[in-house]
């Protein structure tokens, strides 16, 4: 499985050689309740995206682990971007890989904060390619993948977790970061009262309506164990996504 960091300009012109797909984990640096912690988003997505790389021979680009977060700013140690600017970020990254020669992005997202804008990212990146009239830009096509929304991941979250999954610093983000880091696991009281349900406006109201975080989820289930089992499920549905992608006119 190749990585684009540890890669060298030549070992990418081979690579180019073969395929025009690129996999890029995106996630956020934010926080996750009590116990998860602040790179979760960051942290499942890169790790699965180094999963889907090594089954499916794909170059994996260096992790965007900073997000669109700004509701969770009121919590001291999330860093955010505006949607603005993860636009701008992440046209830049695509428009220096197009040029190099990269036709086809998979992008395995970690937070749900990022959907919005990472799609309007895709349209001004079209947008901007045929503008700078970059050869063959026609051919770009760019594909958003959540790996906490595959359908074998939100089966077996029903199953372990029922309704206590809750949105946001949910048991299987969690188990995933303590499979993945079993030396950072956090075991604090949780209290056992969750809110859930509320729109999601700025900073200052989601903390007074979320105090500790989460929203609806109990993060006390997660486990390694637990945590095994999402990583394997989100690594093989996406990269059985993944080669439909390549294929896909």
């Not at 009262?193 to 729109?199: D, L, Q, R, S, Y």
Request: glycine content about 8%; some cysteine.
């Amino acid at each position: 499985m190749p990585l684009l960091h540890l890669s060298t300009w030549p070992e990418v012109e081979a690579y180019l050689n073969t395929s025009k797909g690129m996999i890029i984990p995106i996630g956020s640096t934010e926080q996750h309740g009590p116990m998860g912690l602040i790179g979760t988003d960051a942290l499942c997505a890169e790790a699965i995206a180094k999963g889907v790389g090594e089954a499916t021979h794909a170059l994996v680009a260096p992790t965007i682990s900073v997000g669109m977060a700004l509701h969770h700013t009121a919590f001291p140690g999330t860093i955010s971007l505006r949607p603005s600017t993860l636009i701008l970020v992440i046209r830049d990254y695509l428009v220096s890989l197009v040029r190099a020669g990269f036709q086809r992005f998979f992008f395995i997202n970690g937070h749900g904060g990022n959907i919005a804008t990472v799609k309007a990212a895709f349209a001004e990146t079209y947008a901007v390619l045929a503008d700078l009239q970059v050869p063959d830009a026609d051919q770009v096509r760019c594909e958003l993948a959540n790996w906490f929304m595959c359908s074998s991941v939100m089966q077996l979250a029903r199953e372990l977790y029922g309704d206590r999954e809750g949105s946001h610093a949910t048991p299987s983000e969690v188990a995933v970061t303590q499979f993945l880091y079993p030396e950072a696991i956090k075991r604090v009281p949780l209290n056992p009262e969750v809110n859930t349900g509320h729109a999601i406006y700025g900073a200052t109201d989601f903390r007074r309506r979320y105090p500790d975080g989460r929203m609806g989820a109990d993060s006390s289930l997660a486990s390694p164990e637990h945590g095994q089992q999402f990583y394997e499920q989100a690594v093989q549905e996406l990269s059985d996504r993944y080669r439909q992608f390549l294929q896909a006119d």
